[in-house]
């Protein structure tokens, strides 16, 4: 999260006379000032960009924006659109800008709310008997009087499909506006999405060329770091050895910005990335601190999403959260990793890009050497690769089907699962192919990154790739040309391969962490009992208590996944216990 918070408070009726002292008195204990608009109350810092008529203000922006291809946030907004609807001036936002913002757009009828397309800027809302209430934070709502419950329906929903991002948050009467969406206040309120990954993905808007698109990723991804690290703020990159952290240091090298670089190493070899960490870190002259991941620096009970509507936040990263603490002392960092590029790099292992070709191209030169790649890629032969593929071409289905996770649920839980499973994004368009549909999901899975705590971090924590022109440019790259040599996230890897050590962004794979997690698992058996086998979850009837405690109760070498799935409940049990 950016730290830009606000409240925006819009009576019922219009009349903002009650709220003017309430409001002000908030704002002096959140450091926040109060502004009038035409319809509306906003709470926000004095930097917030405000734009509208002279002495009245229409409309605003809260947090960074950046113009499109420009390295630096935007110090002034002209409001070129200034008495069109609010629906063409939203689009015009989404089209000619970028960034963390959420946009106030005032009109007669009641004030438009735009959250940026993947936008590191919260909008949660709260509807009461007087007024409509959107906040940055949970916090803010509490300071109007909102009393936060948790909705247990939403967080069965979570537990089937923890990485698909809903309105509908797991606390009672708070909703999300989600990235790219827009909601009108007027008597009824209307919601309407802006921006669509589909929009990126028709063949007229598709670069099939290889070089093309290598280039053209390679720019908005330079750009783009470029302008989100302009600030002057130091930035310490969590460089795991990986690809995408590797390409987060080569696009701070290339801007010249300074970084220091840590990386987490585990005690099994399987999760030491340290000789891959210190390549990148020496190629882009940035130090580097190693350090040794501790079972003893996590606690179960605590939730690192304590400040989140909902339990996204998973308890072993507190030993990362640990070992930034340590290294950068009270100075302000903003910590910076490589979360998401793994969906909107189109790390996909499946036919599915071949059919796409198929079915776009027809016989095209290129499908023995992406059928090779594939099969590569997965261990297979090619042809079964190419039996998969031809199968998906004839069937002509492209509908992704969501992965959902039943372990350990009530039948109650299990019986949800449709509604779990469905978005917006999941329902392709005529004609699209499977591959793209295969995209569109990582994409939305990448959603769930987005938005990082505050409280539980104590510094700004950003997922610096997922920014809405790198995503753009990704999807309109087509899902064959992400296959080469036998790896997946070719284009990404072409487009920073010179920026990083000779060969680096062709290494066959990368280091787990799992072994770290079934550390914690061990050392906790006996709180993993109290916490899930008398916790919340087993109350409301959303996990089946037996079978945990069988798990946990086992003896002998860990099989299986199942210690994952009950970390995870610890993690929403703990997330529960903060609210």
Request: hydrophobic share 45%; charged share 20%.
């Amino acid at each position: 999260m950016t730290g830009d918070r606000y409240l925006i408070v819009v009576p019922h009726g219009g009349t903002t006379g009650s709220w003017r002292e309430r409001l002000t008195t908030i704002g002096r204990q959140h450091c926040l000032a109060l502004t009038e608009g035409r319809s509306f109350l906003l709470l926000a810092p004095e930097s917030a960009l405000l734009f509208g008529r002279p002495g009245h203000l229409d409309s605003a922006v809260l947090g960074p924006i950046y113009a499109r291809g420009g390295r630096t946030a935007l110090t002034d907004l002209p409001d070129d659109d200034a008495g069109a609807a609010p629906g063409a001036r939203a689009a015009s936002l989404i089209q000619r800008y970028w960034g963390d913002y959420v946009a106030i757009i005032g009109d007669e009828r009641g004030p438009t709310i735009l959250r940026a397309p993947f936008g590191d800027l919260s909008c949660y809302l709260h509807r009461s008997s007087d007024a409509t209430m959107l906040a940055s934070d949970v916090a803010l709502l509490e300071s109007v009087s909102v009393e936060p419950a948790i909705d247990w329906h939403a967080v069965a929903l979570q537990l089937i499909a923890p990485d698909i991002r809903r309105r509908r948050t797991c606390l009672a009467n708070i909703e999300e506006l989600a990235c790219g969406e827009r909601i009108t206040l007027g008597p009824s309120p209307e919601y309407e999405t802006m921006w669509s990954p589909w929009q990126f993905l028709g063949h007229e808007q598709q670069c099939d060329d290889r070089s093309a698109a290598t280039e053209r990723l390679r720019k908005v991804l330079l750009d783009t770091v470029a302008a989100q690290t302009s600030d002057g703020m130091p930035n310490l990159v969590l460089l795991s050895g990986g690809i995408d952290s590797s390409a987060v240091a080569a696009a701070l090298s290339a801007a010249g910005r300074e970084a220091a670089a840590l990386t987490m190493v585990t005690r099994d070899a399987a999760g030491d990335e340290r000789a891959f960490a210190r390549a990148v870190a020496g190629h882009c002259r940035f130090p580097l601190a190693e350090m040794v991941r501790d079972p003893a620096m996590v606690d179960l009970t605590r939730s690192e999403a304590c400040d989140l509507p909902y339990p996204t936040e998973t308890s072993f990263s507190q030993a990362t959260r640990a070992a930034i603490r340590a290294h950068t002392g009270s100075s302000g960092h903003r910590i910076l990793h490589g979360g998401g590029g793994d969906q909107i790099f189109c790390s996909m292992q499946s036919a599915a890009p071949l059919a796409d070709l198929i079915r776009a191209k027809g016989f095209d030169r290129r499908i023995p050497a992406l059928t090779l790649d594939l099969a590569r890629l997965a261990n297979a032969t090619a042809g079964a690769v190419a039996r998969q593929a031809l199968a998906r071409v004839i069937s002509r289905r492209s509908a992704y089907r969501w992965p959902s996770n039943l372990e350990c649920l009530t039948p109650m839980v299990c019986a949800q699962e449709s509604e779990a499973v469905s978005h917006a994004w999941l329902s392709p368009p005529a004609g699209a192919g499977s591959g793209s549909a295969g995209h569109v999901a990582l994409t939305l899975s990448a959603l769930g990154i987005v938005q990082s705590p505050t409280r539980s971090t104590g510094a700004p924590w950003k997922a610096i790739l997922l920014s809405q022109p790198v995503i753009e440019t990704c999807l309109s790259i087509p899902p064959w040309l992400w296959f080469e040599r036998g790896r997946n996230r070719a284009i990404a890897r072409r487009a920073i391969e010179d920026l990083l050590p000779h060969g680096h962004v062709w290494r066959p794979g990368k280091g787990a962490m799992a072994s770290f997690m079934i550390e914690i698992f061990d050392a906790n058996r006996s709180r993993l009992r109290a916490m899930i086998g008398d916790g919340l979850l087993v109350r409301e009837g959303l996990v089946d208590r037996e079978v945990c405690l069988k798990v946990l109760d086992a003896r002998g070498p860990i099989k299986g996944n199942a210690w994952a799935r009950l970390l995870q409940f610890a993690d929403v049990e703990a997330w529960a216990a903060s609210w």
